[in-house]
T-cell receptor, first 113, second 113 residues
Framework: AQTVTQSQPEMSVQEAETVTLSCTYDTSESDYYLFWYKQPPSRQMILVIRQEAYKQQNATENRFSVNFQKAAKSFSLKISDSQLGDAAMYFC??????????FGKGMKLTVNP | GAGVSQTPSNKVTEKGKYVELRCDPI?????LYWYRQSLGQGPEFLIY????????DSGLPNDRFFAVRPEGSVSTLKIQRTERGDSAVYLCASSFLTGTEQFFGPGTRLTVL
């Protein structure tokens, strides 16, 4: 079975600074997708960024970028120019041959003004 | 509305009671997913539908849990003989096709006293 591990339960960053959230996963599949989701107190999961495993190029979405290391099964999220609105729970997720998403335990990000 | 909606937003029930949780997916989305998020954890997959049929129900914890999607749109998650351990946020997501982005609803927080 696939597993996703987020080893840092909490992190904090100063506004306008850069922060990196780490995630590792385990799978025997060769074709899969990886995601970072944001969950504010409203509970709604919001997709931040998505990476296809077959693509070597790291995905970017404005201030958000990933460092995807397939051999190491590592998938970190970098948030640049952090904003107060970035404060939330962040979840790393895996999707392989089955349609279900497998999530990590999440990490609480605090942004200090 | 444009997004996935879930009702009720919060549900408090007593141990042993029956509950139904409703999910209205985005119009036109053929796939619908249910996840359960316990306190301090990431969401865990329960079941997903492709159209009217349950394509994968491997995440349902036991036979007290059942879900339907009779017309391929709205889905209802049914829990019989609720237990305190069923207390969690139940999230619904939908996608246009399987393998495409899953859009999440705000969830239903179930509390079993």
């Amino acid at each position: 079975a696939q597993t996703v591990t987020q080893s840092q339960p909490e992190m904090s960053v100063q506004e306008a600074e850069t922060v990196t959230l780490s995630c590792t996963y385990d799978t025997s599949e060769s074709d899969y997708y990886l995601f970072w989701y944001k969950q504010p107190p409203s509970r709604q999961m919001i997709l931040v960024i998505r990476q296809e495993a077959y693509k070597q190029q790291n995905a970017t979405e404005n201030r958000f970028s990933v460092n995807f290391q397939k051999a190491a099964k590592s998938f970190s999220l970098k948030i640049s120019d952090s904003q107060l609105g970035d404060a939330a729970m962040y979840f790393c997720a895996y999707q392989g041959g089955s349609e279900k998403l497998v999530f990590g335990k999440g990490m609480k990000l605090t942004v200090n003004p | 509305g444009a997004g996935v909606s879930q009702t009720p937003s919060n549900k408090v029930t007593e141990k042993g009671k029956y509950v139904e949780l409703r999910c209205d997916p985005i119009s036109g989305h053929t796939a619908l997913y249910w996840y359960r998020q316990s306190l301090g954890q990431g969401p865990e997959f329960l079941i997903y539908f492709q159209g009217t049929g349950a394509a994968d129900d491997s995440g349902l914890p036991n036979d007290r849990f059942f879900a339907v999607r009779p017309e391929g749109s709205v889905s209802t998650l049914k829990i019989q003989r609720t237990e305190r351990g069923d207390s969690a946020v139940y999230l619904c997501a939908s996608s246009f096709l399987t393998g495409t982005e899953q859009f999440f609803g705000p969830g239903t927080r179930l509390t079993v006293l």
